[in-house]
């Protein structure tokens, strides 16, 4: 079992940054790619970033690329999401995930523990 934790979310105005975190603890080797996913009230789970424990190969939507960065630390078994030029559309709650999806790191299904979720929100 993996057991993930998210914090760093709140409430923002647009324009403004946060970091979200998501310490994992358990048998961490056991997964291979960590994940963020967002869920917008009455909309989809949507695929934000994914990040490989090992190479530090990323992967971002498009509705993100160039504004959120992800990044580990492995002695810390922590994964990062950070989150600039944040607009209104970003509100959401965030889940951070980890697993082994291989090249459909974007599909949420084929991640194995999810975290419970932390709350971005984004005035404008």
């Known amino acids: 079992q993996v057991q993930l934790v998210e914090s760093g979310g709140g409430l923002v105005q647009a324009g403004d940054s946060l970091r979200l975190s998501c310490a994992a603890s358990?048998?961490?080797?056991?997964?291979?790619?960590m994940g963020w996913f967002r869920r917008a009230p009455g909309k989809e789970r949507e695929f934000v970033a994914t990040?490989?424990?090992?190479?530090?190969?990323?992967r971002y939507s498009n509705s993100v690329k160039g504004r959120f960065t992800i990044s580990r630390d492995n002695a810390k078994n922590t994964v990062y999401l950070q989150m600039n030029s944040l607009k209104p559309e970003d509100t959401a709650v965030y889940y951070c995930?980890?697993?082994?999806?291989?090249?459909?790191?974007?599909?949420?299904?084929?991640?194995?523990?999810w975290g419970q979720g932390t709350q971005v929100t984004v005035s404008s």
């Open positions: 995930a980890a697993g082994s999806p291989g090249y459909k790191s974007g599909i949420g299904a084929n991640y194995d523990y």
């Open positions: 990040i490989s424990w090992s190479g530090g190969s990323t």
């Open positions: 358990g048998r961490t080797v056991a997964v291979d790619t």
